[in-house]
């Protein structure tokens, strides 16, 4: 069984940076693509940022290229997200997800979920 926490997500102003990070308890942390989505209120959840499981391949939505950059530490367990210039709608709660397929967007494909960090960004 896999846990994923999540953490660093808080009230910023618009423009701020902010580094998201999640932690997986497994053992097997490097057979995992890794994910990050968001929900916004009101919102489905949407893709944000996917890792394949050496870093060798990333997939980022067009909504934050440039701004927001996903990476992992496989010594440590943890996958990050590096989020600059944030803005209102960025507003979201962000959760990190655990593959163990061929890295992807699709919030089906991912096997495990943690629970999520809610980042509010302020005009």
């Known amino acids: 069984q896999v846990t994923l926490v999540e953490s660093g997500g808080r009230l910023v102003q618009a423009g701020d940076s902010l580094k998201l990070s999640c932690l997986h308890s497994?053992?097997?942390?490097?057979?995992?693509?890794m994910g990050w989505f968001r929900q916004a209120p009101g919102n489905d959840r949407e893709f944000v940022a996917a890792i394949r499981w050496d870093g060798g391949s990333i997939f980022t939505a067009d909504s934050v290229k440039g701004r927001f950059s996903i990476s992992r530490d496989n010594a440590k367990s943890t996958v990050y997200l590096q989020m600059d210039n944030l803005k209102p709608e960025d507003t979201a709660v962000y959760f990190c997800?655990?593959?163990?397929?061929?890295?992807?967007?699709?919030?089906?494909?991912?096997?495990?979920w943690g629970q999520g960090t809610r980042v509010t960004v302020s005009s």
């Open positions: 497994g053992r097997t942390f490097d057979h995992y693509a």
């Open positions: 997800a655990a593959d163990l397929g061929p890295l992807s967007t699709l919030e089906s494909k991912y096997d495990y």
